[in-house]
């Protein structure tokens, strides 16, 4: 090959790659939330699971995106181990597609693709058409690409020192390194095996060669989710670990067969004249039978990965670094909103916890906990300040309308959340002087002090527990308790100058307890705003989502 082999190989592999990341991002904007929720709601089912690992897969063409998203959902909560089992055996059959679409030609009709989707991308102004186009496009540009691919590799045929090179191949160990390494560096099992098929169709390589190539080709595509777990959560790196004991035990199986049976001769017969047809014949009965295979033990895989890498009792939580956010995983709009929702969630459970140590203080039978409403603080004020940033970073991201309204509804909650502690803080200072005997709360300023607490946690609780999206009627309940606290907060601060007047309790009571009265309805007015919120952008705080 000359220089200008050489440059339309890589232009080829840049366009194939390009293509591939227009597919992705194309149907990432197109579904939004929906594509979150589809992999999370759907993978209780481990046939389910299957197909819809499958079919995001085949869409995308890229087995890799589809397993670093899986990685993004189990780092952030919002999928367990067991499910993403099912979602990464969906993920590589749905692969072997790319290859089939190459076997059948379709590149002959890639510029038709390219250029329908380039049309609805500049001409057409709806956002989702838009997307679907991006689709589309990226589509013809990925088969362009891989013509490309197979036209810099015809010269390869003339050259002895390659098909010397080829020859070699026919040891499985050394067909499998050189499958597994060349994947690991392009990252990406779809463009290697596509390489495959260019030069088994250039006839370059024989299929029993190409055989042991493909197996480490799928071996070496759990590089790019290894790479992405690499900051994420243990379980994630689990996620990866399941990924590649797919692979490896596949690989094992299929070299067995290859070296006992006539596989590849009877792959070869199917398809006599077409090597490229024959290669994605084998790389779907790859994939397929490991699946059938292991399906029935998926729950064993994913407790093998937690044997391969357990859990460390003597690993230490960082109370004040967040659960769920990971801007390593940015590139996903749909891991990004999902990962803000739990944090928001996670904040949002510990804003309740605090406001209920405040008012049990009131109990004598409670001991007042001071030290927890202060560490929850802490974590409250830094959780701001990372969902602040988390945020600043996710709008960067091309995005939906929907999305980026849901990201900045997520970011005023986080706001009012943490003036919500504030307030908890002033009123920690102010039970202390109650616990101190710094100031007298007679029986009826602690009554009223409960039913203002009875409000706030009916509040909290309609806004932790229903999704509004379902019950919008729940933000004209909160209106209504608001008010009713404002009322309340009124009246009780009214009666507390009148006995002040009559001199039934001392000034230092009054001005503390009209103090408390302050922050309670303040707390109250950011409830509301969280309701408004929550109404608006159709999202929800329910605990258990």
């Not at 101190?436 to 607490?453: P, R």
């Amino acid at each position: 090959m000359d220089i200008k082999g050489f440059l339309t190989l890589f232009g080829g592999l840049a366009l194939f790659l390009y293509g591939m990341k227009m597919m992705s991002d194309g149907l990432e904007a197109a579904a939004g939330d929906r594509l979150q929720l589809i992999l999370e709601k759907l993978t209780s089912n481990r046939i389910v699971g299957v197909l819809v690992g499958a079919g995001i897969t085949a869409v995308i063409q890229s087995s890799s995106a589809t397993t670093v998203m899986v990685v993004g959902f189990v780092n952030a909560g919002m999928m367990t181990l067991k499910q993403a089992v099912w979602i990464i055996m969906g993920a590589n059959i749905g692969t072997t597609v790319t290859g089939l679409l190459i076997a059948l030609d379709i590149g002959a009709i890639a510029p038709l693709f390219a250029f329908i989707g380039v049309v609805l991308i500049t001409f057409i102004k709806k956002e989702k058409v838009q997307d679907i186009g991006e689709i589309i496009a990226g589509l013809g540009i990925l088969f362009i690409g891989m013509d490309m691919m197979g036209a810099a590799m015809l010269p390869l045929r003339e050259s002895p020192s390659f098909i010397a090179l080829m020859t070699t191949v026919e040891n499985p160990l050394l067909g499998i390194l050189i499958g597994l390494v060349f994947t690991a560096v392009i990252q990406s099992s779809s463009a290697s095996i596509g390489i495959l098929q260019a030069l088994a169709a250039s006839g370059l390589i024989p299929l029993h060669s190409a055989a042991f190539i493909l197996f480490g080709q799928n071996i070496g595509t759990c590089i790019t989710a290894f790479l992405a777990s690499l900051s994420a959560n243990r379980n994630a790196k689990r996620t990866t670990i399941v990924h590649l004991l797919f692979n490896v035990i596949g690989t094992v199986i299929f070299v067995l067969l290859c070296l006992a049976t006539p596989l590849i001769s009877i792959i070869g017969r199917l398809t006599p004249d077409n090597p490229m047809a024959q290669i994605a014949n084998l790389h779907i009965l790859f994939n397929v039978t490991t699946t059938l295979i292991l399906l029935p033990f998926g729950v064993k895989l994913a407790e093998l990965a937690m044997v391969i890498l357990p859990v460390h009792n003597d690993e230490k939580e960082d109370l004040l670094k967040p659960l769920y956010l990971d801007d390593q995983h940015l590139g996903s709009v749909a891991i990004a909103t999902a990962q803000l929702k739990k944090e928001i969630v996670h904040m949002f459970e510990i804003v309740r916890r605090n406001v209920d140590y405040i008012f049990e203080a009131l109990d004598p039978k409670v001991r007042f906990q001071k030290e927890k409403i202060e560490r929850n603080e802490a974590k409250i004020n830094a959780l701001n300040i990372e969902i602040t940033d988390f945020v600043a970073k996710a709008c960067t991201l091309e995005m939906s309308a929907a999305d980026s309204i849901k990201i900045n509804s997520y970011f005023k909650i986080s706001n009012d959340l943490e003036r919500i502690d504030d307030h908890v803080m002033n009123l920690k200072e102010y039970m202390e002087f109650y616990l101190n005997k710094e100031v007298d709360f007679d029986e009826e300023i602690q009554a009223q002090l409960k039913e203002l607490y009875l409000l706030l946690k009916e509040c909290l609780m309609k806004l932790g527990e229903e999704s509004f999206f379902d019950y919008e009627d729940k933000y004209e309940l909160i209106e209504r308790d608001e008010q009713k606290m404002d009322d309340l907060t009124f009246y009780y601060r009214e009666k507390q100058v009148n006995d002040l007047r009559n001199k039934q309790c001392s000034a230092k009571t009054v001005v503390t307890y009209s103090e408390m009265l302050t922050d309670i309805e303040r707390m109250s007015d950011h409830l509301l705003n969280i309701a408004q919120e929550c109404n608006g952008s159709r999202i929800s705080l329910k605990i258990d989502d």
